[in-house]
């Protein structure tokens, strides 16, 4: 078997969310961590309260506007649970143990907010945390384009992320 130290989980948009949940509901069950994650671009706050929501509105063209199709997703999602409960929206949970993490977003992408409160959060909490933002970039479009300079660098980060934090 392989320990859950060698293990690296990485997720994009609502899969970045999910992974940062499964942070939280590892050490509320006293589960193992992962050795790393890598979350792009994560809706980890269902109340749309970060800043990014009114100031990238109608400039990010992937997501577009929280009303457009955040709010019902996450209505939808939540099932009438509190939506600041951190195994929906984990920016609000205690990320003291969680291990090395990676996060991705652009200048111009809706979740910027989300992202930068995930990792300011992290860094509280002691956590080794990295924050990388691409120029001019949409919700996760640093990931669609192989042949884009971006998604290059953003899997080569990747990469580089897991292979120094994983399998030792």
């Not at 939506?83 to 993490?101: C, E, I, K, Q």
């Amino acid at each position: 078997t392989t320990p859950a130290t060698n293990i690296g989980v990485l997720g994009t948009s609502a899969g970045g969310a999910l992974v940062l949940s499964m942070g939280h509901r590892a050490k509320k069950d006293g589960a193992p961590m992962p050795g790393a994650i890598v979350s792009g671009t994560p809706m980890a706050d269902l109340t749309n309260s970060g800043d990014s929501f009114a100031t990238n509105a109608l400039i990010d063209n992937v997501l577009v506007a929280a009303d457009a199709s955040c709010t019902a997703r996450a209505w939808m999602y939540a099932g009438g649970h509190d939506l600041r409960d951190p195994l929906l929206s984990p920016v609000f949970g205690d990320m003291a143990g969680f291990p090395p993490t990676a996060l991705f977003t652009g200048t111009r992408d809706l979740l910027l907010s989300d992202t930068v409160r995930v990792h300011r959060k992290l860094r509280q909490a002691g956590v080794e945390a990295q924050l990388h933002v691409y120029e001019g970039q949409p919700h996760a479009a640093y990931g669609r384009d192989v042949s884009a300079p971006e998604t290059k660098e953003h899997f080569a980060e990747v990469m580089r992320f897991f292979d120094r934090h994983l399998g030792r």
